[in-house]
T-cell receptor, first 111, second 115 residues
Framework: GENVEQHPSTLSVQEGDSAVIKCTYS??????FPWYKQELGKRPQLIID?????GEKKDQRIAVTLNKTAKHFSLHITETQPEDSAVYFC??????????FGDGTTLTVKP | GAVVSQHPSRVICKSGTSVKIECRSL??????MFWYRQFPKKSLMLMAT?????????EQGVEKDKFLINHASLTLSTLTVTSAHPEDSSFYIC???????????FGEGSRLTVL
């Protein structure tokens, strides 16, 4: 089955700096890669996603890149703000819709 | 985005009792829903895939008789934790998949505490 590895597990940055979280996956059949933000005690919220026919996608301060050959994808947050502090999960999906999640990255943005 | 509602958000029960958690897709039909368990500071662990009109598919290591899943309609899946024990205490989250885009939308989660 699919295996998703996510790094780093914790990340601390100064407000205004950039944050990068990386994930690798094992199943070449995976074709949809969402990123979720989860605040303490709340549900995961989709923040950005990318499909396998695209190499990069950007939405304001958030961007995701995908390297299908290397089977890795990354989340980039620029100009970080304290409200960006949360746990971020990557996931890899196959056509069957089953998601395999990374272990999560706890991002702390220091004011 | 689509809305998924999960109820109850918190439940406390005595050991040996059963607890039912509901997951509803409010503004779309979901032929497939997923149930997860999340431990503190951990990732989402898929328990089972709930398919409308058919039996759920359970992940390895998840007891089918303990975690009963029913997906009787295109907008509702239920998870029943039977004969609950303190080790079943956890945060349970459901998600529903939008058919044509594959996007997942999550319920609010249910925190179960078994005394």
């Amino acid at each position: 089955g699919e295996n998703v590895e996510q790094h780093p597990s914790t990340l601390s940055v100064q407000e205004g700096d950039s944050a990068v979280i990386k994930c690798t996956y094992s199943d070449s059949a995976s074709n949809y890669f969402p990123w979720y933000k989860q605040e303490l005690g709340k549900r995961p919220q989709l923040i950005i996603d990318i499909r396998s026919n695209v190499g990069e996608k950007k939405d304001q301060r958030i961007a995701v890149t995908l390297n299908k050959t290397a089977k890795h994808f990354s989340l980039h947050i620029t100009e970080t703000q304290p409200e960006d502090s949360a746990v971020y999960f990557c996931a890899a999906n196959t056509n069957a819709g089953k998601s395999t999640f990374g272990d999560g990255t706890t991002l702390t943005v220091k004011p | 985005g689509a809305v998924v509602s999960q109820h109850p958000s918190r439940v406390i029960c005595k050991s040996g009792t059963s607890v039912k958690i509901e997951c509803r897709s409010l503004d779309f039909q979901a032929t497939t829903m997923f149930w997860y368990r999340q431990f503190p500071k951990k990732s989402l662990m898929l328990m089972a895939t709930s398919n409308e009109g058919s039996k759920a598919t359970y992940e390895q290591g998840v007891e089918k008789d303990k975690f009963l899943i029913n997906h009787a309609s295109l907008t509702l899946s239920t998870l029943t934790v039977t004969s609950a024990h303190p080790e079943d205490s956890s945060f349970y989250i459901c998600s529903a998949r939008v058919l044509y885009t594959g996007e997942l939308f999550f319920g609010e989660g249910s925190r179960l505490t078994v005394l």
